[in-house]
């Protein structure tokens, strides 16, 4: 029977506009580094940010941090409403 090693990196295919390809490209080229190489590190650090819990993008973000943020939403405009009664 043989075991098959998982490979230590792995292709991914993502559709972009044009403009961020060209952003991507220009970037990349100010960094002395390959598009898919500064892809690779961007995704990874938002990865990370992702689960640290501090990526700031909220429509990525998990259900619960969603429903965190609302309910913080609901609780300090509750406050300011009985701050002003």
């Known amino acids: 029977m043989e075991i098959f090693e ?3 990196r792995w292709r991914l295919t993502v559709n ?3 403009e961020t ?3 991507l ?3 990349a080229k100010s960094q002395k580094r390959t598009t898919s190489n500064l892809a690779a590190a961007i995704l990874t650090s938002a990865l990370e940010a992702y689960q640290q819990g ?3 993008d909220p429509a990525a973000a ?3 941090f969603q429903q965190q943020d609302k309910q ?3 609780s300090s405009s509750n406050s300011e409403d009985k701050e002003g009664e």
Request: glycine share 4%; hydrophobic share 30%; no cysteine.
């Open 72 to 74: 913080s939403d609901i």
């Open 54 to 56: 501090v990526y700031t």
């Open 16 to 18: 972009l506009t044009e």
């Open 25 to 27: 490209e220009e970037w």
């Open 21 to 23: 390809l060209k952003g």
């Open 62 to 64: 998990p259900p619960d």
């Open 6 to 8: 998982m490979p230590s």
